[in-house]
């Protein structure tokens, strides 16, 4: 069985038996020595739809804006519960701490509610690929 290797000066590609791998050689071209190295197989392409899956079990850009949305929105609503609880508390101030508790879960529920939709529009738009998928098989 034969294969071929470039030599390491001029790039040259030598056809030469497996047998002889690992040994010295003149390359015919430069008649520099050069070492017969067996080639490692390329690698076949990925199949599209395991990409595909690698893709979608992977963080993509909405998935993080999302992420980052719910984070928001929590902390917004913990921080509104707190600071209202504070203004309650230490400045007796009753409407004023319940305008902002209600302004702090507001805003948090307002964000939790973006990430969400992120989420299910990017679940919808997958379905609708797969189907497509589906309805596009002969």
């Given at each position: 069985?034969?294969?071929?290797?470039?030599?390491?000066?001029?790039?040259?590609?030598?056809?030469?038996?497996?047998?002889?791998?690992?040994?010295?050689?003149?390359?015919?071209?430069?008649?520099?020595?050069?070492?017969?190295?067996?080639?490692?197989?390329?690698?076949?392409?990925?199949?599209?739809?395991?990409?595909?899956?690698?893709?979608r079990a992977g963080r993509d850009g909405d998935s993080v804006i999302a992420s980052i949305l719910a984070c928001?929105?929590?902390?917004?609503?913990?921080?509104?519960?707190?600071?209202?609880?504070?203004?309650?508390?230490d400045r007796r101030d009753f409407p004023l701490g319940v305008a902002i508790i209600a302004a702090g879960l507001?805003?948090?529920?307002?964000?939790?509610?973006?990430?969400?939709?992120?989420?299910?529009?990017?679940?919808?738009?997958?379905?609708?690929?797969?189907?497509?998928?589906?309805?596009?098989?002969?």
């Amino acid at each position: 069985m034969t294969t071929k290797t470039p030599c390491q000066q001029c790039g040259v590609n030598i056809e030469f038996d497996v047998e002889q791998a690992n040994q010295f050689v003149a390359c015919p071209s430069c008649s520099q020595q050069t070492r017969l190295l067996l080639s490692r197989p390329k690698p076949s392409a990925p199949d599209p739809k395991i990409k595909s899956e690698a893709k979608r079990a992977g963080r993509d850009g909405d998935s993080v804006i999302a992420s980052i949305l719910a984070c928001f929105g929590l902390v917004d609503i913990l921080f509104g519960i707190m600071g209202g609880a504070f203004i309650i508390y230490d400045r007796r101030d009753f409407p004023l701490g319940v305008a902002i508790i209600a302004a702090g879960l507001l805003a948090g529920c307002v964000l939790l509610g973006f990430a969400s939709l992120i989420e299910h529009t990017k679940a919808s738009a997958e379905r609708l690929r797969r189907i497509e998928l589906v309805l596009a098989r002969p």
